[in-house]
């Protein structure tokens, strides 16, 4: 796997491998990889004649400096995981590289969305990373690039973006791949105790229970009431109410289909419910498709 760091390097092997006519798969990460990366990894790999993997703790997508200085950076395991996959090029940028002069996030303003729920709680978050994604895209170019599901915000807002600004680049979703306990891979969980870890699976149950619920109530009627809705989240996050070392951010349910918050559920349509939490002072996110 060639690795670089620079972008007239990278400009210029793009531009091989484009004469070439290879098809280019992109993964973007901020490193610290997983199984969850893997399997991102494994379906680019599959699906391109090329597969680039970015690895950057992008600044701008932080608004609290200690969760920027704590996320975990763990690049040599990272290199020798991403030759096993057969990653073809690694991306490793610094900071001047990405954003010269102290640049900061650009001002995108193509969805309101990028202000709710994550946008809400981690003020400016998406526009840095739709400003880093975009600066990506431009470098890369890929045909394909992939997100998992585990950031399903973060996906919808990509979708969106790559749609309005008519790129050329399909975004290919993936399943959150889970540990034991139903446990979500994240990068962030590599700053959880043991102990922690076992709480953090609360948040997978919650969102079984809800989902296994609602599907209860399909089973006799074609709608779930708002009534119905909100004690059956009452019910979902009884036990998390109950812990006193998981402090809930959001549990929300939205139509996937304009990212709308949803107070009742008409079963024809697709929502997803999604929850984040602070197990300690690490703050996970994770969420379910209700369908
Ligand atoms: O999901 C991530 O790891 C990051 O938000 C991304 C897409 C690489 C942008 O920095």
Redesign the pocket.
């Known amino acids: 796997m060639e690795i670089i760091n620079n972008i007239s390097l990278l400009r210029k092997t793009i531009s091989e491998v484009k004469e070439s006519n290879k098809s280019i798969g992109f993964v ?4 610290s990889l997983h199984q969850g990366h893997l399997s991102l990894f494994k379906k680019s790999v599959l699906e391109n004649d090329y597969t680039i993997c ?1 690895i ?3 600044p701008t ?1 932080f608004n609290n400096s200690q969760d920027f200085e704590t996320y975990p950076r763990t690049n040599n395991k990272d290199v020798e995981l991403l030759n096993s996959i057969n990653c073809d090029l690694l991306f490793l940028p610094t900071d001047r590289e990405m954003y010269p002069e102290d640049e900061r996030s650009k001002d995108y303003r193509f969805t309101e969305k990028i202000n709710l729920l994550e946008g809400e709680k981690r003020p400016g978050h998406f526009l ?2 739709i400003t ?2 975009h600066k ?1 895209f431009s470098l890369v170019q890929p045909n394909k690039a992939y ?2 599901e585990k ?1 399903y915000q ?1 996906l919808w807002i ?1 979708k969106l973006f790559t749609k309005e600004f008519k790129l050329p680049i399909k975004i290919i979703s993936c399943p959150t791949i889970r540990g034991e306990n139903g446990l979500a891979l994240s ?1 962030r969980n590599n700053n959880l105790s043991c102990s922690e870890k076992k709480d953090a699976g609360k948040l997978f149950e919650a969102l079984v229970f809800f989902k296994t619920e609602l599907e209860k109530i399909k089973y006799n009627s074609s709608y779930c009431t708002p009534l119905s809705l909100i004690n059956t989240k009452k019910n979902a996050l009884a036990s998390i109410k109950k812990n006193p070392l998981i402090k809930l951010d959001y549990f929300e349910v939205i139509d996937e289909e304009n990212f709308s918050f949803a107070n009742d559920i008409n079963y024809d349509r697709n929502y997803r419910i999604l929850i984040a939490a602070y197990i300690g002072e690490i703050r996970l996110i994770d969420n379910m498709s209700l369908q």
């Open positions: 973007p990460t901020m490193g970015s950057y703790v992008n997508q840095g990373v880093i994604v990506l997100f998992g950031d973060q990509i990068s």
